[in-house]
Protein backbone atom coordinates (compact mmCIF):
# COMPACT_ATOMS: atom_id res chain seq x y z
CA UNK A 1 0.00 0.00 0.00
CA UNK A 2 1.03 3.65 -1.11
CA UNK A 3 1.85 5.21 2.41
CA UNK A 4 3.19 8.22 1.01
CA UNK A 5 0.65 11.71 1.46
CA UNK A 6 0.33 13.71 -1.18
CA UNK A 7 -0.78 17.19 -1.95
CA UNK A 8 1.12 18.53 1.13
CA UNK A 9 2.19 22.19 1.39
CA UNK A 10 5.18 23.11 3.88
CA UNK A 11 4.27 26.52 4.85
CA UNK A 12 6.48 28.45 6.57
CA UNK A 13 4.33 31.13 8.10
CA UNK A 14 2.19 28.58 10.39
CA UNK A 15 -0.57 31.04 10.82
CA UNK A 16 -3.85 28.99 9.95
CA UNK A 17 -7.25 30.42 8.47
CA UNK A 18 -8.79 27.83 10.96
CA UNK A 19 -7.09 28.84 13.96
CA UNK A 20 -6.56 31.70 16.73
CA UNK A 21 -3.44 30.54 18.27
CA UNK A 22 -0.80 31.40 15.68
CA UNK A 23 1.61 32.68 18.60
CA UNK A 24 1.69 28.72 19.71
CA UNK A 25 3.19 28.05 16.52
CA UNK A 26 5.33 30.58 16.06
CA UNK A 27 6.65 30.20 19.98
CA UNK A 28 7.26 26.41 18.95
CA UNK A 29 10.59 24.83 17.61
CA UNK A 30 8.22 22.36 15.47
CA UNK A 31 7.32 22.94 12.31
CA UNK A 32 4.78 20.69 10.47
CA UNK A 33 3.58 20.24 7.42
CA UNK A 34 0.14 21.66 5.97
CA UNK A 35 -2.59 20.78 3.48
CA UNK A 36 -4.11 23.17 1.46
CA UNK A 37 -7.62 24.10 2.33
CA UNK A 38 -9.68 20.75 2.02
CA UNK A 39 -13.13 20.53 0.76
CA UNK A 40 -15.49 18.16 2.69
CA UNK A 41 -18.51 16.53 0.63
CA UNK A 42 -21.12 14.93 3.18
CA UNK A 43 -22.96 13.39 0.85
CA UNK A 44 -23.31 9.85 1.98
CA UNK A 45 -25.57 7.26 0.96
CA UNK A 46 -27.72 6.06 4.45
CA UNK A 47 -26.88 9.72 6.51
CA UNK A 48 -29.38 10.69 8.81
CA UNK A 49 -32.13 13.14 7.18
CA UNK A 50 -31.96 16.42 8.13
CA UNK A 51 -28.53 16.18 10.70
CA UNK A 52 -26.07 18.15 9.83
CA UNK A 53 -22.47 18.08 10.94
CA UNK A 54 -19.36 19.66 10.95
CA UNK A 55 -16.38 18.65 8.65
CA UNK A 56 -14.03 16.17 9.83
CA UNK A 57 -11.65 16.33 12.39
CA UNK A 58 -9.04 13.52 10.63
CA UNK A 59 -6.32 11.57 12.44
CA UNK A 60 -3.80 9.32 10.21
CA UNK A 61 -1.44 7.01 10.72
CA UNK A 62 1.19 5.97 8.40
CA UNK A 63 4.48 5.22 7.34
CA UNK A 64 7.04 7.15 5.81
CA UNK A 65 10.60 6.99 4.61
CA UNK A 66 13.13 8.80 6.87
CA UNK A 67 15.31 8.86 4.67
CA UNK A 68 18.21 6.25 6.66
CA UNK A 69 19.04 2.92 5.38
CA UNK A 70 19.41 -0.09 7.88
CA UNK A 71 21.18 -3.31 6.79
CA UNK A 72 20.61 -2.35 3.14
CA UNK A 73 16.86 -1.52 3.90
CA UNK A 74 14.89 2.21 3.67
CA UNK A 75 14.18 2.78 7.73
CA UNK A 76 10.50 4.26 8.05
CA UNK A 77 9.23 6.14 10.61
CA UNK A 78 5.79 6.39 12.05
CA UNK A 79 4.21 9.47 11.21
CA UNK A 80 0.09 11.15 11.98
CA UNK A 81 -2.21 13.55 10.36
CA UNK A 82 -3.76 15.64 13.39
CA UNK A 83 -6.72 17.87 11.29
CA UNK A 84 -5.12 19.55 8.47
CA UNK A 85 -1.32 19.11 10.17
CA UNK A 86 0.83 16.23 8.20
CA UNK A 87 3.50 13.90 8.75
CA UNK A 88 3.68 15.19 12.08
CA UNK A 89 6.16 12.99 13.99
CA UNK A 90 3.93 10.24 16.54
CA UNK A 91 6.37 12.28 19.95
CA UNK A 92 4.67 15.56 18.49
CA UNK A 93 1.49 14.72 18.88
CA UNK A 94 0.65 16.33 21.72
CA UNK A 95 2.11 18.84 21.16
CA UNK A 96 0.57 19.44 17.79
CA UNK A 97 -3.04 18.92 19.50
CA UNK A 98 -2.29 21.28 22.43
CA UNK A 99 -1.51 24.36 19.78
CA UNK A 100 -5.04 23.65 18.07
CA UNK A 101 -7.89 26.37 19.18
CA UNK A 102 -10.98 24.57 20.89
CA UNK A 103 -13.14 24.84 17.67
CA UNK A 104 -11.15 22.85 15.93
CA UNK A 105 -10.68 19.82 18.81
CA UNK A 106 -14.59 20.19 19.38
CA UNK A 107 -15.85 19.03 15.49
CA UNK A 108 -18.64 16.54 15.84
CA UNK A 109 -17.23 14.60 12.59
CA UNK A 110 -14.18 12.68 13.36
CA UNK A 111 -12.23 10.05 11.25
CA UNK A 112 -9.25 8.03 12.40
CA UNK A 113 -7.45 6.11 9.74
CA UNK A 114 -4.37 3.22 10.86
CA UNK A 115 -2.86 2.77 7.43
CA UNK A 116 0.47 0.81 9.06
CA UNK A 117 0.16 -2.64 9.95
CA UNK A 118 2.88 -3.12 13.19
CA UNK A 119 1.80 -4.24 16.51
CA UNK A 120 4.66 -2.53 17.87
CA UNK A 121 3.16 0.81 17.36
CA UNK A 122 0.04 0.16 18.42
CA UNK A 123 0.70 1.58 21.88
CA UNK A 124 1.84 4.69 20.44
CA UNK A 125 -1.14 4.61 18.04
CA UNK A 126 -3.48 4.11 21.51
CA UNK A 127 -1.28 7.39 23.49
CA UNK A 128 -2.07 9.80 20.26
CA UNK A 129 -5.73 8.95 20.46
CA UNK A 130 -5.70 9.42 24.47
CA UNK A 131 -4.12 12.45 24.16
CA UNK A 132 -6.60 13.92 21.58
CA UNK A 133 -9.54 12.46 23.62
CA UNK A 134 -7.59 14.82 27.04
CA UNK A 135 -7.49 17.74 24.71
CA UNK A 136 -11.18 17.60 24.24
CA UNK A 137 -11.88 17.12 27.52
CA UNK A 138 -9.73 19.88 28.48
CA UNK A 139 -11.88 22.35 26.07
CA UNK A 140 -13.82 25.31 28.11
CA UNK A 141 -17.64 25.67 27.45
CA UNK A 142 -20.37 22.92 26.32
CA UNK A 143 -18.91 19.77 25.44
CA UNK A 144 -19.94 18.73 21.56
CA UNK A 145 -20.55 15.03 21.26
CA UNK A 146 -19.42 13.50 18.00
CA UNK A 147 -21.94 12.61 15.85
CA UNK A 148 -20.40 10.70 13.47
CA UNK A 149 -17.23 7.97 13.45
CA UNK A 150 -15.33 6.64 10.82
CA UNK A 151 -12.66 4.28 11.76
CA UNK A 152 -10.35 2.62 8.93
CA UNK A 153 -7.37 0.15 9.86
CA UNK A 154 -5.27 -1.70 7.47
CA UNK A 155 -4.88 -4.92 9.69
CA UNK A 156 -8.34 -5.78 11.41
CA UNK A 157 -6.46 -8.30 13.63
CA UNK A 158 -5.48 -5.24 16.12
CA UNK A 159 -9.01 -3.21 15.84
CA UNK A 160 -10.40 -4.65 18.98
CA UNK A 161 -7.50 -3.49 21.44
CA UNK A 162 -8.72 0.52 20.32
CA UNK A 163 -12.07 -0.08 20.57
CA UNK A 164 -11.99 1.40 24.70
CA UNK A 165 -10.49 4.17 23.50
CA UNK A 166 -12.88 4.67 20.58
CA UNK A 167 -15.79 4.71 22.59
CA UNK A 168 -14.47 7.04 24.88
CA UNK A 169 -13.95 9.64 22.11
CA UNK A 170 -17.36 9.06 20.44
CA UNK A 171 -20.04 7.70 23.06
CA UNK A 172 -22.97 9.17 21.84
CA UNK A 173 -22.67 8.75 18.39
CA UNK A 174 -25.59 8.54 15.80
CA UNK A 175 -23.44 7.48 12.45
CA UNK A 176 -20.54 5.38 12.65
CA UNK A 177 -18.33 3.97 9.69
CA UNK A 178 -16.44 0.92 9.68
CA UNK A 179 -13.93 0.91 7.43
CA UNK A 180 -13.82 3.16 3.84
CA UNK A 181 -15.53 2.35 1.12
CA UNK A 182 -12.91 1.49 -1.75
CA UNK A 183 -9.79 1.13 0.72
CA UNK A 184 -8.35 -2.05 0.46
CA UNK A 185 -7.34 -3.54 3.98
CA UNK A 186 -4.35 -6.16 4.85
CA UNK A 187 -6.00 -9.90 3.08
CA UNK A 188 -7.25 -11.62 6.19
CA UNK A 189 -9.46 -14.49 5.57
CA UNK A 190 -13.05 -13.12 4.98
CA UNK A 191 -14.43 -15.54 7.77
CA UNK A 192 -11.32 -14.22 10.08
CA UNK A 193 -11.80 -10.70 9.53
CA UNK A 194 -15.64 -11.24 10.12
CA UNK A 195 -15.11 -12.77 13.15
CA UNK A 196 -13.07 -9.63 14.36
CA UNK A 197 -15.53 -7.31 12.80
CA UNK A 198 -18.05 -8.71 15.11
CA UNK A 199 -15.66 -9.00 18.22
CA UNK A 200 -15.00 -4.90 17.76
CA UNK A 201 -18.57 -3.89 17.32
CA UNK A 202 -19.62 -6.20 20.34
CA UNK A 203 -16.74 -3.89 22.32
CA UNK A 204 -17.07 -0.72 21.09
CA UNK A 205 -21.04 -0.87 21.95
CA UNK A 206 -20.31 -2.37 25.36
CA UNK A 207 -17.53 0.41 26.72
CA UNK A 208 -20.37 3.33 27.22
CA UNK A 209 -23.85 4.22 25.79
CA UNK A 210 -23.18 4.05 21.86
CA UNK A 211 -25.76 1.16 21.62
CA UNK A 212 -27.94 3.90 23.21
CA UNK A 213 -27.85 6.60 20.36
CA UNK A 214 -26.77 4.31 17.04
CA UNK A 215 -28.60 4.94 14.14
CA UNK A 216 -26.50 4.35 11.18
CA UNK A 217 -24.02 1.64 10.44
CA UNK A 218 -21.88 1.74 7.82
CA UNK A 219 -19.55 -1.77 7.62
CA UNK A 220 -17.30 -1.85 4.64
CA UNK A 221 -15.16 -4.74 5.99
CA UNK A 222 -15.81 -8.75 5.74
CA UNK A 223 -18.86 -9.52 8.00
CA UNK A 224 -21.22 -12.36 8.68
CA UNK A 225 -25.00 -12.30 8.79
CA UNK A 226 -25.34 -14.60 11.41
CA UNK A 227 -26.60 -15.17 14.94
CA UNK A 228 -23.60 -13.95 16.93
CA UNK A 229 -24.14 -10.45 14.57
CA UNK A 230 -27.48 -10.59 15.24
CA UNK A 231 -27.14 -10.17 19.02
CA UNK A 232 -24.90 -7.82 18.79
CA UNK A 233 -26.77 -5.38 17.06
CA UNK A 234 -30.38 -5.87 19.09
CA UNK A 235 -29.20 -4.32 21.35
CA UNK A 236 -28.99 -1.00 19.69
CA UNK A 237 -32.50 0.17 20.01
CA UNK A 238 -32.56 2.97 18.22
CA UNK A 239 -30.11 1.65 15.10
CA UNK A 240 -32.56 1.60 11.26
CA UNK A 241 -30.21 1.82 8.98
CA UNK A 242 -27.20 -0.69 7.47
CA UNK A 243 -24.93 -0.54 4.96
CA UNK A 244 -22.91 -3.50 3.91
CA UNK A 245 -19.77 -3.66 1.47
CA UNK A 246 -18.66 -7.50 1.82
CA UNK A 247 -20.70 -10.60 3.04
CA UNK A 248 -18.62 -13.34 3.87
CA UNK A 249 -21.90 -15.29 4.49
CA UNK A 250 -25.41 -15.17 5.09
CA UNK A 251 -26.81 -17.21 7.94
CA UNK A 252 -29.65 -17.31 10.53
CA UNK A 253 -30.15 -13.93 11.19
CA UNK A 254 -32.92 -11.01 11.45
CA UNK A 255 -33.37 -7.59 12.57
CA UNK A 256 -36.80 -6.28 13.25
CA UNK A 257 -36.06 -2.50 13.84
CA UNK A 258 -33.91 -1.60 10.72
CA UNK A 259 -35.35 0.26 8.45
CA UNK A 260 -33.47 0.65 5.20
CA UNK A 261 -30.65 -1.25 4.25
CA UNK A 262 -27.95 -1.03 1.62
CA UNK A 263 -25.29 -3.25 -0.48
CA UNK A 264 -22.29 -0.91 -1.54
CA UNK A 265 -20.31 -3.32 -3.55
CA UNK A 266 -17.47 -0.68 -4.34
CA UNK A 267 -17.33 -1.86 -7.85
CA UNK A 268 -15.83 -4.79 -6.85
CA UNK A 269 -16.89 -8.62 -8.19
CA UNK A 270 -19.88 -10.53 -6.83
CA UNK A 271 -19.65 -13.31 -4.58
CA UNK A 272 -21.92 -16.53 -3.96
CA UNK A 273 -22.88 -14.15 -0.42
CA UNK A 274 -24.02 -11.09 -2.29
CA UNK A 275 -26.29 -13.17 -4.53
CA UNK A 276 -27.45 -14.87 -1.35
CA UNK A 277 -28.49 -11.60 0.29
CA UNK A 278 -30.07 -10.53 -2.65
CA UNK A 279 -32.52 -13.50 -2.65
CA UNK A 280 -33.05 -13.64 0.53
CA UNK A 281 -33.02 -9.55 2.00
CA UNK A 282 -36.54 -9.27 2.39
CA UNK A 283 -36.49 -11.87 5.15
CA UNK A 284 -33.46 -10.56 6.56
CA UNK A 285 -35.05 -7.23 7.29
CA UNK A 286 -38.64 -8.19 7.89
CA UNK A 287 -40.06 -4.33 8.51
CA UNK A 288 -37.31 -2.41 6.51
CA UNK A 289 -39.27 -0.69 3.42
CA UNK A 290 -35.63 1.03 1.78
CA UNK A 291 -33.19 -1.08 -0.17
CA UNK A 292 -30.29 -0.19 -2.20
CA UNK A 293 -27.71 -2.20 -4.54
CA UNK A 294 -25.02 -0.04 -5.35
CA UNK A 295 -22.08 0.00 -7.31
CA UNK A 296 -23.08 -3.29 -7.87
CA UNK A 297 -23.68 -5.27 -11.21
CA UNK A 298 -26.86 -4.75 -13.12
CA UNK A 299 -27.69 -8.56 -12.61
CA UNK A 300 -27.10 -8.71 -8.62
CA UNK A 301 -29.84 -5.73 -8.50
CA UNK A 302 -32.32 -7.34 -10.93
CA UNK A 303 -32.01 -10.38 -8.54
CA UNK A 304 -32.67 -8.43 -5.82
CA UNK A 305 -34.99 -6.43 -6.83
CA UNK A 306 -37.33 -9.57 -8.55
CA UNK A 307 -37.70 -10.50 -4.99
CA UNK A 308 -40.52 -8.30 -4.70
CA UNK A 309 -42.29 -9.65 -8.10
CA UNK A 310 -43.39 -12.71 -6.11
CA UNK A 311 -46.77 -12.93 -3.70
CA UNK A 312 -44.93 -13.01 -0.48
CA UNK A 313 -46.82 -14.54 2.34
CA UNK A 314 -47.55 -12.83 5.38
CA UNK A 315 -45.60 -9.89 4.29
CA UNK A 316 -47.48 -6.74 4.71
CA UNK A 317 -45.35 -4.38 3.14
CA UNK A 318 -47.31 -2.73 0.26
CA UNK A 319 -44.65 0.18 -1.03
CA UNK A 320 -40.67 -0.62 -1.39
CA UNK A 321 -38.34 2.33 -2.17
CA UNK A 322 -35.17 0.71 -4.17
CA UNK A 323 -31.85 2.38 -4.89
CA UNK A 324 -30.23 1.13 -7.57
CA UNK A 325 -27.59 4.19 -9.02
CA UNK A 326 -26.80 2.28 -12.23
CA UNK A 327 -25.46 3.95 -14.95
CA UNK A 328 -27.32 2.05 -17.85
CA UNK A 329 -30.28 2.40 -16.22
CA UNK A 330 -32.62 2.01 -18.86
CA UNK A 331 -31.15 -2.06 -19.22
CA UNK A 332 -31.77 -2.55 -15.47
CA UNK A 333 -35.94 -1.24 -17.19
CA UNK A 334 -36.07 -3.25 -19.27
CA UNK A 335 -34.90 -6.23 -17.91
CA UNK A 336 -36.73 -5.80 -14.82
CA UNK A 337 -39.87 -5.28 -17.04
CA UNK A 338 -39.93 -9.13 -17.79
CA UNK A 339 -41.15 -9.27 -13.85
CA UNK A 340 -43.09 -6.05 -13.39
CA UNK A 341 -45.00 -3.79 -15.30
CA UNK A 342 -44.68 -0.35 -15.86
CA UNK A 343 -46.40 2.40 -13.45
CA UNK A 344 -44.63 5.39 -14.06
CA UNK A 345 -42.34 6.32 -16.14
CA UNK A 346 -39.60 8.85 -16.13
CA UNK A 347 -38.23 9.38 -19.46
CA UNK A 348 -35.60 11.74 -18.29
CA UNK A 349 -34.38 9.80 -15.61
CA UNK A 350 -34.23 12.61 -13.24
CA UNK A 351 -36.91 11.05 -10.45
CA UNK A 352 -37.94 7.49 -9.85
CA UNK A 353 -39.75 5.00 -12.10
CA UNK A 354 -43.17 2.63 -10.35
CA UNK A 355 -42.92 -1.09 -11.03
CA UNK A 356 -45.61 -3.39 -9.56
CA UNK A 357 -45.10 -7.36 -9.88
CA UNK A 358 -47.06 -8.98 -12.40
CA UNK A 359 -48.42 -11.29 -9.61
CA UNK A 360 -48.93 -9.67 -6.74
CA UNK A 361 -46.29 -8.09 -4.26
CA UNK A 362 -45.50 -4.25 -3.36
CA UNK A 363 -45.41 -0.90 -5.70
CA UNK A 364 -41.59 -0.68 -6.13
CA UNK A 365 -40.22 3.04 -6.64
CA UNK A 366 -36.62 2.45 -7.89
CA UNK A 367 -34.43 6.44 -7.93
CA UNK A 368 -32.06 6.99 -10.12
CA UNK A 369 -28.50 7.28 -9.75
CA UNK A 370 -29.08 11.07 -8.73
CA UNK A 371 -30.62 10.28 -6.20
CA UNK A 372 -28.73 9.59 -2.62
CA UNK A 373 -30.86 8.20 0.37
CA UNK A 374 -31.08 9.54 3.99
CA UNK A 375 -32.61 7.55 6.57
CA UNK A 376 -35.63 8.95 8.56
CA UNK A 377 -34.94 10.72 11.49
CA UNK A 378 -35.92 9.52 14.73
CA UNK A 379 -38.18 12.26 16.69
CA UNK A 380 -38.73 10.97 20.79
CA UNK A 381 -38.08 13.00 23.65
CA UNK A 382 -34.85 11.41 23.94
CA UNK A 383 -33.52 13.03 20.66
Known amino acids: MDSTVTNSLNFSNLE ?53 RVNGQTKMDVVCQLDDFIEVPIADAGKCLDCMTDDRILLDNVE ?57 IAPNCAIFNLGIPKMKTYPLQPTTESRYVAEFISLFLAERNACETL ?89 AVKQWAADRIADNRTEIDFYHPERDFRKFLFEASKSFELVSDDKELEGEVQIKGHIGGPLVTVFNKDRVYKARRIHNNND
Open 16 to 68: SPKSNSSSLFNDSLFRWKRTPEKSYDDEEYGGIEQVEYLEPFVIKFHNISSGE
Open 112 to 168: IEIKICAPTSKIAIENVLTRFLERRERCQGVRIPVKRLVFFIYDFTYAKELAPILAR
Open 215 to 303: RILHIFNFVSLDPSLQKILRKCRKLRHLTFSNIDDVGLFELESIESVLLDSCDFSITMFDEMFAEKHPRLFPNATTFGFLRCPVTLALK
